[in-house]
């Protein structure tokens, strides 16, 4: 985002939907500069860390969790969805004064191409910052972050320890770029993974790089993402919730100022697009006979 110009089983049903606000938890590589924003703090909800190695090899684990994030990026890849995005501004009596808000339906065409359908999208009433392209491109993928066998070669992945999620047993690895390429976003932060099933269910950071440059700055706020197993196998993300305080100083005739930023992104009514594909997960194939859409079970209070 850019001021005045560019903003440029159902197992997760019983973990408490903690109302936190996203923070940057001090996992950044370097990358960024630390005074372009103010996290937020992250609330109380989590376990205590286990530091100690867990006794499966970390690198495996990796391995191993690299893959099944592969399986579940095929399987959604034959999914439908709607996601609701909402970004709004915060004023200094905490009351909205202004705000983004689009639906779109991630569906396939009739040739049976991947596409966005806008379903509501109302004029936007953002006054001090506007949306940018990095924006867009956080909402479509960076924020329903996923850790693919092939992605996961452009980060460094470091094991922290292990942490109850609610009741869910988690490994905890901190995530960051290996190197900035021009025009792609990565994820600088932390990821919960489920020590059973290997996937990701928590996601805390923030999508870098940004741009600090004078009078053209493109800042954005910490978020953390949450995920349910929607399908009985795979973790699918359902909310989504970005906080923070930016930092612009200004220029080009513009003047520093600080805003306060709030994003929340909703994804909900999954459904398998019908389809000859088939979904393979531990050798199996899980391919539902008869596709149903299936509500995450307890939703997050706004």
Same mark, same amino acid.
């Given at each position: 985002?850019?001021?005045r110009?560019r903003?440029h089983?159902m197992?997760?049903?019983r973990?408490r ?66 996601? =609701? +995005? ?8 905490? #009351? &909205? *004064?202004?705000?983004?808000y689009? !639906?779109? $339906? /991630? ?10 359908k ?9 006054q ?7 924006d867009f ?15 996961? =070669? +452009? ?8 942490? #109850? &999620? *609610?009741?869910?047993?988690?490994? !905890?690895? $901190? /995530?960051?770029?290996?190197q900035?390429?021009?025009?792609k ?5 932390r ?8 996937q ?11 741009d ?14 949450w995920?349910a ?5 795979y ?28 994003d ?29 859409s299936?509500?995450p079970?307890?939703?997050p209070?706004?």
């Open positions: 985002m850019a001021t110009g903003y089983k197992k997760f049903g973990l939907w903690l109302f936190l606000t996203a923070c940057a938890l001090s996992l950044a590589a370097g990358a960024q500069d630390k005074d372009s924003f103010t996290p937020m703090p992250l609330d109380s909800g989590f376990g205590r860390m286990d530091l100690s190695q867990p006794t499966t090899p970390p690198e495996q684990i990796i391995k191993e969790f690299a893959a099944k994030e592969t399986e579940f990026q095929e399987a959604l890849n034959h999914y439908t969805y709607r996601r =609701t +995005a909402k970004v709004q501004t915060i004023d200094d009596d905490n #009351k &909205v *004064d202004g705000e983004y689009e !639906v779109d $339906d /991630v569906i396939f065409d009739p040739s049976g191409k991947r596409t966005e806008v379903v509501f999208a109302p004029g936007s009433t953002l001090r910052v506007m949306m940018s392209p990095s491109q956080d909402i479509q993928h960076g924020y329903p972050f996923v850790l693919t066998a092939q992605d996961i =070669t +452009a980060y460094d992945v470091k094991y922290v320890g292990k942490q #109850k &999620v *609610d009741e869910v047993d988690c490994f !905890v690895f $901190d /995530v960051a770029p290996k900035i390429e021009k025009g976003r990565y994820l600088d932060g990821i919960w993974v489920d020590a059973q099933d290997l990701i269910v928590v996601t805390n950071g923030r999508m870098v790089p940004d600090t440059r004078r009078g053209k700055e493109d800042l954005h706020p910490p978020f953390m993402t995920r197993q929607v399908d009985g196998h973790w699918f993300p359902v909310y989504t919730k970005g906080e923070g305080v930016l930092h612009f100083a200004g220029g080009s005739g513009y003047m520093a100022q600080d805003v306060h930023i709030r929340i992104i909703k994804y909900s009514d999954y459904k398998r697009f019908g389809s000859t594909s088939k979904i393979i997960y531990e050798g199996q194939d899980i391919t539902p006979q008869s596709p149903k299936q509500q079970g307890q939703k209070q706004k």
